[in-house]
């Protein structure tokens, strides 16, 4: 009987996303610092050269994994209504950033980029400068169409938006659930709402104390 001819070698964008999923999987056992390209070239079965043509380095690689998988879970939704679409957000983000193969990778690389300024200037660049840029763009949208203060300076506000989410995420053991969200948003339009209108009103669910868990 003739052998079994060899399965086809995967190739171009089938062989990029194969070694962005073993990047991801491996940073999730290993860590950023356990992470390598010999290591993902061993576990992908291809050699270093392989990955140097796609990649010049392993954080730029992490990056690009991270990127390809967390994309959609950073962009808003539309519905003309700014703070459930902030909510909305804010809950799938922060799921992923809770769940492999984001979280563990993310975390990971967080850790390994204080110590490392060039990984630190990429991370900043590549995600945490594009959370805020996306969150701003939502705001500024509901800010031209009259939901929030016409004359505020929204820069800042999207920062702290976005911050207030990381810090707890990585730096606390408190959950970021609905209840976190809800009071980071209330807190937000009560200072940018253009009207009290535009503000969630507290009847909408049972006003408690904001929690330090």
Known sequence: MAD???????????????????????????????????AVARRAGVGKH?????????????LDALSRVWTTDLDYRDTGDVRADLREQFLRSSAALSSPPIGPAYRAAIAEAQTDPALRATMHERFLATVEQR?????????????????????????????ALYYRHLLTIRPIDADAVDDLLDMFMAAYGATPEARRPTADRERVQPRYR
């Open 50 to 62: 392989t990955i140097y043509r796609r990649w010049p380095s392993k954080s730029a690689m992490l």
């Open 4 to 38: 079994k001819p060899a399965a086809p070698r995967r190739r171009g964008a089938a062989r990029t996303e194969e070694l962005l999923r073993v990047t991801l999987d491996l940073a999730a056992e290993h860590g950023y610092a356990g992470l390598s390209i010999e």
């Open 135 to 163: 969150t701003l763009d939502r705001i500024s949208q509901a800010q031209h169409t009259g939901e929030l203060a016409a004359d505020a300076d929204l820069t800042f506000a999207a920062e702290v938006l976005c911050g």
